[in-house]
């Protein structure tokens, strides 16, 4: 059972907090419009973090979107072994993201779907680290990976392993 964001310990909620996540999944939303030319599916977003926030996922994403998404995950059965966990473990980042994103304007919603928002310039004094730039990298990477594939919604979940 996932216990509520306000339960979490200082270190957990730094490293998840919600305005990161939030430019995740407008990073993600941006790149799934490119390739499908409308908004995101919302259940997207929710296989978005725990795959950009997990280094081997992220490690393991293949260096163009052109790559066979279900070859893909066939060939990372390891990676899928305990992804519905860490959806349901990440449910509370994923739906606090999503709350600031479309709060603060990073983030645009309509029914079932979100869309990027605008974001405001980089303080200059935040030097995003290499681990911060890969999760974004692999958001924006997913996003368009999602928004090119022929498969439809109900068809990725499933061959991601996971239901709505």
Not at 32 to 45: D, G, H, Q, S, V
Request: proline content about 7%.
């Amino acid at each position: 059972m996932s216990r509520p964001i306000t339960m979490m310990d200082s270190e957990t909620s730094s490293l998840f907090n919600p305005a990161f996540c939030a430019v995740l999944l407008n990073k993600a939303s941006t790149g799934y419009a490119k390739k499908a030319r409308e908004a995101m599916p919302l259940t997207f977003a929710f296989l978005i973090l725990p795959s950009a926030l997990h280094k081997p996922t992220r490690d393991a994403l293949p260096s163009t979107t052109a790559a066979s998404m279900w070859s893909w995950l066939r060939a990372n059965p390891l990676l899928l072994m305990d992804f519905a966990d860490r959806i349901r473990t990440f449910r509370p980042f994923t739906s606090a993201a999503i709350i600031y994103g479309l709060q603060q304007g990073a983030l645009q919603g309509s029914i079932g779907a979100i869309a990027a928002g605008r974001i405001g310039r980089r303080p200059r004094m935040l030097r995003p680290t290499d681990d911060w730039l890969a999760c974004v990298k692999a958001a924006e990477f997913l996003g368009k990976w999602f928004g090119g594939s022929d498969a439809d919604e109900a068809t990725t979940l499933a061959q991601w392993g996971v239901r709505p």
